[in-house]
């Protein structure tokens, strides 16, 4: 297969796999630490309106959704790449980057999340999952 074809796919499917888990995490974050009373997480209106009912433990799922999102997307980008792996890794943890600041923009949350979140759930974990699977793929 063509390198830059099978790069492209690459960061195509790493970008769709990463956001299927960050959606699982989402979904499954209310089941496990339930939103507040009077809060309905149904939609950003409503979630922008009761926001300020949030606690720091309901911050939790959403981090980690980012999180590993951005480090499974990685993961399956440098499994499916040709070449320039972390690079290609990089490239779809700056794709969620680029989602994570367009959702401070539109849903208001506490400074803290925001710098914790922008700083540590994209790049970090991006570079993190290239790391990992090129080391386990040089050492099998």
Request: net charge positive; proline share 8%; charged share 10%.
């Amino acid at each position: 297969m063509n390198p830059i074809f099978k790069n492209i796919t690459a960061i195509i499917v790493g970008l769709i796999g990463g956001s299927v888990v960050n959606m699982l995490l989402i979904m499954v974050g209310p089941n496990v630490i339930p939103p507040p009373e009077g809060s309905d997480p149904t939609t950003m209106e409503s979630l922008a309106e009761s926001m300020h009912l949030f606690q720091p433990r309901h911050f939790i799922f959403p981090f980690l959704a980012h999180a590993l999102g951005s480090l499974s997307g990685a993961i399956i980008a440098v499994l499916i790449a040709a070449n320039r792996k972390m690079m290609l890794a990089l490239v779809v943890g700056f794709f969620f980057l680029g989602g994570g600041i367009m959702n401070v923009f539109l849903l208001p949350s506490p400074v803290w999340f925001n710098v914790v979140d922008l700083v540590l759930a994209y790049i970090p974990m991006a570079w993190l999952g290239a790391k990992l699977t090129m080391r386990k793929r040089e050492n099998a």
